[in-house]
Structures are given as C-alpha cells and as structure tokens.
C-alpha cells in the first residue's frame, strides 16, 4: 500500500479472506481473523492519515457481529478520502459475486423495472460488489500458483497477469516493482490489434 501511494497509483485490490477459506482449520481461520483485527487496530489509522479510501467486497449477510462491525469502521472512517482506493476482498468468492449480481437483476426483472431483453453488460457490473471502480489492470498472483482461485472472475476479463514464485507474507517492495515493470512492457490489444500491426 505505501508502495502504491508513492506510485500515485489510484486503485488496489487485495484478496484478504475468500469465501472458501470457511473450510480450513479452525485454528488457521481464527489466526486469519486475529490478523484483521491487527490490520483494524495497527493500520488503519495510517492509511486514513494518508488519504487511502478502503472499500470491502464480499458477501456480508453470514459475517460474526464483531468482524461485520470492523469492516464497518474500516469505510466509514475512510469514505471521505480521495487517495489511493483499497478494496479488501473479505468473504469473498468471484462466483459467489456472480450468483448475488444475477439475484439482483432477477429482482429488478421480478418487479417490472427490467427487461430480460434490456439486461447487458453494464447491469451486470452494476449489480457486481465492484460497481463504481475499474476493472484490474494487473493482478499479481503470489505462491507460485497460476490460476484465478476464484477471484474477480467477470474484472478479469482483460486483466495481465504476473504469477510471482513467493508466498504473500514474503512479498516485497521489489516484487511490487518488478510486476508493475512486466506489466509496462505488454501490449495490452482487448481483443484488438496491436499497435503495431495497426500502423502497418
């Protein structure tokens, strides 16, 4: 994040907890939610010191009171910042996002205020936890792994990719700067030509 905002970059996305983790060893979960509670006490004063606006995605409705509460505090101490925007992916599940989006739009159908016919694109990312902020440019996946795991799925579609051999804990300031190089010598087309061939 002090990366980010010394980079004057506008928007960072961090895949805290997913909505599968639920199925892991109590005792890992319990150290995971002692980690948020640490971030809530330790950090939270200095990222709104500095500006940063945080933003949660996930679902929300099965949440325990007292992490609900922390997320709570987390956006509204900071929903007036205009710095860089977090958004922490806390419960979350890009399928699961998916599933919640289309029950709302079905809603929407349900009660006469939507066309099956009108629905497109842009309802759909608007009935996504993301509406309001752009698709990623970069997603950097760390412990070596490459795959999406279930993450932001629909915002993916046009994203570059950076698989970093480290594990999350170790990943470093010079990581950081390393995946942000890759990704300023791609030639980013959206499923056109590239520049190159364009000129030709």
Sequence with gaps: MRVAGELGLSYLTVFAF???????????????????????????AELHENGVRIRVIG???????????????AEQLTLRNRGTNLTIAFNYGGRDEM????????????????????????????????ACLPDPELIIRTSGEQRLSNFLLWQAAYSEFVFVPCYWPDFTREHFLTALDAFGQRDRRFGGLTAQAVAN
């Design 18 to 44: 997913s909505s599968e983790n639920w199925s892991r060893p109590r005792s890992e979960i319990n150290d995971l939610m002692g980690l948020l509670r640490l971030f809530i006490r330790r950090d939270l």
């Design 59 to 73: 679902r929300r409705d099965d949440l325990e009171p007292e992490i609900l509460n922390l997320l709570n505090e």
């Design 99 to 130: 599933v919640r989006a289309m029950q709302r739009i079905a809603e929407q159908v349900a009660s006469g205020e939507l066309l099956p016919s009108e629905i497109d694109a842009s309802h759909v990312e608007g009935a996504l936890d993301t």
